[in-house]
Every structure is written in structure tokens, then in C-alpha cells.
């Protein structure tokens, strides 16, 4: 019996901060991760893969330079599956060393192997077929992330019907796509793939795409959409997915219509990591996504064992889950971390182009009866936009009427992900107009978008 101050199940964002939290309270910490390596769907199959190949796309299309040389201009004339492998390949390696060594520098054991409750205290990990291992903890965190959700009635045995998982391992490029779910992961890989110039059907059951964004972004990214052909298949129910040959298939909808496409990418929904666990020994219930429900603090119904991350759902996102993963850590050592009264997160799409908001959007202060004004700025209005050659992008932000408080921001274009940690600080901070009205920026720089902005709105609240 191996016994411990802490074990955490699952080597992702959560539990990777989380394990480092309490080692630097002192505690003895165990990471188990049943996985070949170390780093989980976030290193693997999702956040890191995902980025990684939209760069390699972008770099190898030449797309940041077509506003000068055109469309049809590109660094590499044939790209294929490999082109993108090998950059992807090199980046999980330099991840997986820089995890590896903030583990090691702070004396946490990691485990391979398999985790289930055996009490709610004891983990029997197997870590081979012939081999496993009693451990016990006084604390135990559950972060085993998620999965791509794999309807029955889904041939994925086919090698054509992927899910945002196993289309890392595509052999070939194809030459026709069509993406089922229109949600984050659909969207950056319809996008991502569209850039490769390869013919995308986006469909979704939902009439618009991305519900949680300012629907003038939304706008604004479909219509980059539709003018590089991407095709947008929205309020179409998906009835079945026919394989027409080896090399062919076709998807049925509801209303009759078919989407013939030599690859379909099944992206709607994700599904816990939590049922290979034996919760029920550990008194612990799901939901029938695999979910478990937490406290502000990040404890379960049982208050000795943690759960953060995709695990516990809204918003599973990479930079959510380390966060939660931290506070949890600390809290379970009766060290609790400074509470966030201010606490504000941005959301980030990777796709063609970016998007990332922060803060309340139009159709949420309008719910909810605030009092706002907006101004603009579009990317082509700066310098740094045409030494770049932008052609699209576009910042909006979101103020107060009253006492002119920053209540949101809503960025599409290249960069948008960064420029959003603006935003972010002056929002937190309960900043107002007047910040980004006065502030100097770097010329040239992207970031004048929000004094351009600002003062777009600034002119409109004028007397």
C-alpha cells in the first residue's frame, strides 16, 4: 500500500496545476494518468494538436500573406497529412518534456496506469495487465477529462467518419469534408481545414452557430466563411451517415438533402472520462454525460475528493481547468487562494480567423435591460492591419451609458486571442471608456483597434 497526501486522476490542465499546488504546500502528491504519456486530451488530441495544426496550415498556405499575393498564393504548393504530422509531432514531444520536468522539479510521483475506487479513500491503478497497486489518499482530485461523444448509430468503424480525436491520424488529406456540429471544435476544424482549400459543409441542428458569442462576430466570421465556399447547413437535423465506398460518404438530413464528401468530422459533444472509475465505491453520481457536480470550492458531494476540469463541464476550457485545478489543490490543504471578486475569463476560438470575447455581449445586456452603448474599430482601419495586409477583422467593445464601466469585448481577426487580455484587465478592474480614450498605444500595433473603438463610442455618447 502506497499512501499519499494527495493523488490526482488525470494528467491534464486541471490536474497537472493541481498536483503542483499541493507539492508546494509540502504534500506528497501522486498524478495517475492511464494514458501512453503524460498531458492528457489537452496535449494529445485537443488544445495543443488543434493550435498546432492551425498554425502549420496557415504557414504552409501562405494565408496571412493572400492580402498582398492573392488567393491562390501559397509557401507550398501540394501539401499533405504529412506536412502537418511533423510539426505536429515535434510540438506534443517539447510539451511533453517541459510537463515532465515541472512534475519531476516538484517531487510529484507520476503513475501510468489505470485509476478505480475501491473506497473512497483507496485507488487500485493497474499498470499492465498482470500488475496493479494499492494506493490511499487523504485527498483525491478527479480530472480525467473528456472524450468525443460516439453516437451508436455513427459507422465510425469506417476510416472516413473521424471525430476531433482520430482525425490527427488521417493518412491523406481529402478533398471534400463535411463537419457535423457546429460547436468550438467543429468550427475551428471546418475553418482550419477550409484554408487548405479543401470543399467544408459545416451543418448543425441549431439555426447559428456558437450561441454564447456577440452576434455581430458570429456574422462576421460566417461571412468569411461563405466567401472562401465554405458551405453553412444550419437548422439541418443529421438523420444518418451512409458509406457510399471506401472513399465516399453521405450524409442524410432530415430535410431530404444529402452532403456527399470524401470525409465526415462527428464533432457534437464530448463525454467524461469518468466511467472507467468505480465511482459508485466512492459514493459519487453522474450525470449521462459522465459529469460531476462540484462545490465554489471544487469539492463533490464527497468532501474529501475534487473534481475539476472537463469533468465537471461549463466551460472545459484549457485555461478554466488549470485554474480550477489550482484552486482546488490549495483548498484541499486548507490553504484556499485569494478569492477572485473580479474574476473574468476569455473565451477563444482558433479558428480562420480567430475569435475571443470577454464580458457581457449585446444579446445579454439587452436581456437583461443595461443600459449600453458600442463602438468599432475594424483591423484594415490601422497601420499594423495594412503592413499585414488585413483584409477582415473587427473589435467591438461594450460600455455602460451611465458611468461609461467597460462591460464587454468581442474581438474577430488575426491576433484576437491576445488582443483580448486588454479587454480582460481593464474589464476586471472595472476600467471605463475613458482608459482606452486616453491611453498610448505602440504604433503600429493592432492594439489601436480599442482606442478606435473607444472613440467610435465615445462619439456616440457625445451630447
Request: proline fraction near 4%; charged fraction near 25%.
Amino acid at each position: 500500500m502506497h499512501k499519499y497526501d494527495f493523488v490526482v486522476i488525470g494528467s491534464g490542465p486541471a490536474g497537472q496545476r493541481a498536483a503542483i499546488q499541493a507539492a508546494k504546500l509540502g504534500r506528497s502528491v501522486a498524478l495517475i494518468e492511464r494514458s501512453f504519456s503524460i498531458g492528457g486530451a489537452c496535449v494529445h488530441t485537443g488544445t495543443i494538436p488543434s493550435k498546432t495544426l492551425r498554425e502549420a496550415v496557415l504557414y504552409l498556405t501562405g494565408w496571412r500573406q493572400r492580402g498582398f499575393y492573392g488567393r491562390s498564393y501559397r509557401v507550398k504548393e501540394r501539401i499533405t497529412a504529412d506536412d502537418l504530422m511533423q510539426r505536429l509531432d515535434i510540438t506534443i514531444r517539447h510539451e511533453i518534456e517541459v510537463l515532465m520536468h515541472k512534475l519531476h522539479r516538484n517531487f510529484v510521483d507520476t503513475i501510468a496506469g489505470t485509476a478505480r475506487f475501491e473506497t473512497p479513500h483507496r485507488l487500485r491503478v493497474q499498470l499492465n495487465d498482470d500488475e496493479s497497486r494499492l494506493i490511499e489518499a487523504d485527498r483525491i482530485l478527479i480530472a480525467t477529462g473528456s472524450r468525443p461523444a460516439r453516437p451508436a448509430d455513427v459507422p465510425f468503424d469506417c476510416p472516413n467518419i473521424v471525430d476531433s480525436d482520430n482525425i490527427l491520424t488521417m493518412s491523406e488529406l481529402p478533398r471534400t469534408l463535411a463537419v457535423i456540429g457546429a460547436g468550438v471544435i467543429g468550427v475551428e476544424y471546418a475553418s482550419i481545414l477550409s484554408a487548405l482549400d479543401i470543399d467544408v459543409t459545416l451543418i448543425d441542428g441549431r439555426d447559428q452557430m456558437l450561441g454564447f458569442l456577440d452576434r455581430e462576430i458570429v456574422d462576421e466570421f460566417a461571412h468569411h466563411l461563405r466567401d472562401r465556399g465554405v458551405s453553412l447547413r444550419f437548422g439541418e437535423t443529421v438523420q444518418r451517415i451512409e458509406v457510399a465506398d471506401p472513399k465516399r460518404v453521405v450524409v442524410h438530413l432530415a430535410s431530404g438533402k444529402r452532403v456527399r464528401a470524401n470525409m465526415a468530422l462527428f464533432a457534437a459533444g464530448r463525454q467524461s472520462n469518468t466511467d472507467l472509475l468505480a465511482l459508485e465505491h466512492a459514493g459519487l453520481d453522474t450525470d449521462e454525460r459522465g459529469r460531476l457536480v462540484v462545490d465554489e470550492h471544487f469539492r463533490t458531494a464527497v468532501p474529501h475528493i475534487y473534481a475539476a476540469g472537463d469533468v465537471i463541464g461549463f466551460p472545459a476550457l484549457a485555461s478554466t481547468s488549470m485554474e480550477q485545478g489550482r484552486q482546488a489543490g490549495a483548498h484541499a490543504f486548507d490553504q484556499p487562494l485569494r478569492p477572485h471578486a473580479n474574476a473574468v475569463f476569455p473565451f477563444g476560438i482558433y479558428a480562420v480567423p480567430e475569435m475571443s470575447v470577454v464580458g457581457q455581449t449585446e444579446e445579454e445586456l439587452r436581456a437583461a435591460g443595461v443600459p449600453y452603448e458600442s463602438g468599432i474599430a475594424r483591423f484594415r482601419e490601422t497601420s499594423r492591419g495594412q503592413i499585414l495586409g488585413l483584409r477582415e477583422g473587427l473589435l467591438k467593445i461594450l460600455v455602460h451609458l451611465d458611468d461609461h464601466r467597460l462591460l464587454g469585448v468581442h474581438i474577430v481577426g488575426e491576433g484576437a486571442t491576445e488582443l483580448i487580455h486588454i479587454g480582460q484587465a481593464v474589464l476586471a478592474h472595472h476600467g471605463t471608456l475613458d482608459f482606452f480614450v486616453d491611453a498610448v498605444f505602440n504604433y503600429p500595433t493592432l492594439a489601436e483597434t480599442y482606442k478606435i473603438a473607444a472613440l467610435d463610442c465615445w462619439n456616440k455618447l457625445a451630447p
